[in-house]
């Protein structure tokens, strides 16, 4: 009966060293393809989480087309019908809007998962480091296809026509899927940090919406005053839509001499800043994620 | 033998600011035994949980899980446990079979095995009906098994179950209950949580009983019942006229005051040698020829030892308790 006594602990024996156990090689990519794919079942059983990525889209299109389509006039072509040239002037813009809105999906998402522990799971798992944040981004980056599919097919049932070759057209596509991969890395970041839904749909109405009316989304750049004139002409979405609007060989407003570096090379400009924002986001998302989780 | 330790904790402290989760925790499981850890609400267990699975750092303290140390190597660790969280972490927008399909991928099992392995776990805990069914229309046991087949997909060496039964029907409870016996069986190592003395007497070796963030007593039921003032033994008589008589008997051989109970003629007092004075006190009443209805030696409930542990906490110092323990 003396062992079942309470137990004393005068000479606690010492811990066992800990073994060094091989490292296996970690997939990263399996990894974030398995978390991946529970991303896309998501999105198919809960189709109402895709609202941001198929009606809204389509909804803005027309609204901004038919709404705003005949006030609107594009410097450089004065005399062609101002609905006509400004449908496809659009385009460019509100596809850049809805790559940038793409931030506030993965945000939304990281932040959900935070809220119901499904993290805690994955975190008890030998999962490769960055795994579930990749495993989002490949899961973002193929929704992301399906507003771009359907804004294409709106726009060309309202007008809007690829004017360009196709060189062009492919290089345009591929510069609409970097530039959202880029933000659903600031979007990660985004859910990260702040970690609840409703903080994200706060910070998000904050800092993203404006940025994207603070540019040629909709509006040319040349009719804005002073500041934000300025401000516009170095916002990557302004430069994103001018690029989409140059490859497709849309209507834009004509370069001028005295123009700023961005507006000139809007292409080269917007490279830049996805490179920037993926190699400043993505490891701070990271980190951010880790840590918050390891609290 | 620190070679037959599967988990093991040294003065573990955790705290979130100023408030203290845990409060220097000492835990050693050995292989192949179950301890659980019992406790109120915000005792401390969940935080421990999540020190010894690599899920939170302690503030001070180490933790060796599977001979590796939580804090260094954390991927070691992830690699031989399995955990079951408090709430059911399975993905309710998943069917079962994709749940657990999910995470044997994730555990680096090739599709196929992973798919057959989903397959077999659910045969195993009773879903299979429920395979291809989302997780979010299962009922809260279903649930929980699911979450249990989850941490079983790697064959771990070492389970953590958070509260597993919390929250469920006793049919549930009795359920799962089977099912963790059926795993004892297996040799695996588990560490639960729980707040129901019943659930730690029935599954766990060990029971570490926790509040405030600290191990206010510890060892089995058993022991932890004697520490309330041991066993008692109980007599009913036939005859009410005959109940002192025997009040008087077990007096005597006890060597303490018998407390009476008139309308259910019986007597009970507690007694320090158990059995050994219950043979006396039925060799006593043979004697006398004192027909009896009952004679038992019954041990304090659980509750009643976690009452006077944790009644106590509230007016002494945790060091002063623990030391009249020793």
Redesign the interface.
Known sequence: MTSTTIETDAEPAPLEPARTGPHAPRGLVHDAWVLARRGLIHMKREPEQLSDATIQPIMFVVLFAYVFGGAIQVPGYEGVPTARVYREFLMGGIIAQTLVFTAFGAAMSLANDQKNQAIDRFRSLPIARGAVLGGYAVANILKTMLPIALMSITGYLIGWRIRSGLADALLAYGLMIAFAFAMIWVGMLLGAVVGSPEGVTGLAFATIFPLTFLASTFVPTAQMPGVVRTIAEWNPVTTLSDSLRELFGNPNTPVQPGDPWSIAHPVAYTCIWIVVIVAVCAPLAIRAYNRKNVA | ???S?AV?G?GLVKR?GDKVALAGV?ISVPTGTVTAVLGPNGAGKTTLVRIL?????PTEG?A?VA???VA??P??V??R???A?Q?A??????TGH?NLT??A????LPRRTARERATALLEQFSLADAADT?VGSYSGGMRRRLDLA?TLVADPEILFLDEPTTGLDPRARAELWEVLETLLGRGVTIVLTTQYLEEAERLADDILVVDHGSVI????A??LKR?VGGDNIGVVVSDPARLDEAARILTDVTGTEAVVDRPIRSAVAPSERGVVDLASVAGALTDADLPVEDLSLRQPTLDEVFLTLTGSIAHDDTDDLQGS??
């Open positions: 033998m620190s070679a330790i093991e040294r979130f000492d699975t690599a899920l939170s750092h180490r060796v001979g590796f140390d260094t190597q991927d070691e992830r690699r446990i399995g955990l969280a709430d972490t399975v993905d309710p927008l998943l994709e999910m995470i991928e994730l555990h680096q989302v989850a007593a510890r060892g089995d058993r022991s520490q323990h020793r």
